[in-house]
């Protein structure tokens, strides 16, 4: 059983900066794509941002990009999501997920479809006051 465990999370107020971080245990993550969603009260769980096996290749969407930074160091099976100029707009649950695809998963259309990923952390609550 993967384990995905999140942290960095908490209340910031506007124009702040959070790092959120996502662990894994079991499975090895430096071979997968990863990904971060969100989803905040009322709405869709939203894709963010993608990263794939090496780091060599980000997606982010168009809201967070020039704020938001993808990260991952393999050596420590941990991706990190810098946030920066934080927007009440981005508060949310953040959750890191683990592309299905076998690896080395390169990115694609598909990376920001919930269905892509097969497992879950349990997500991080970030919360941005203005």
């Known amino acids: 059983q993967v384990l995905l465990v999140e942290s960095g999370g908490g209340l910031v107020q506007a124009g702040g900066s959070l790092r959120l971080s996502c662990a894994a245990s079991?499975?090895?993550?430096?071979?997968?794509?990863m990904g971060w969603f969100r989803q905040a009260p009322g709405k869709e769980r939203e894709s963010v941002a993608a990263i794939n096996w090496n780091g060599g290749s980000t997606y982010y969407v168009d809201s967070v990009k020039g704020r938001f930074t993808v990260s991952r160091d393999n050596g420590k099976n941990t991706v990190h999501l810098q946030m920066n100029s934080l927007k009440p707009e981005d508060t949310a649950v953040y959750y890191c997920a683990s592309d299905r695809r076998p690896p080395p998963a390169e990115l694609g259309s598909s990376s920001t479809i919930a269905t892509t990923y097969d497992y879950w952390g349990q997500g991080t609550q970030v919360t941005v006051s203005s």
């Open positions: 079991v499975r090895t993550l430096s071979r997968y794509a």
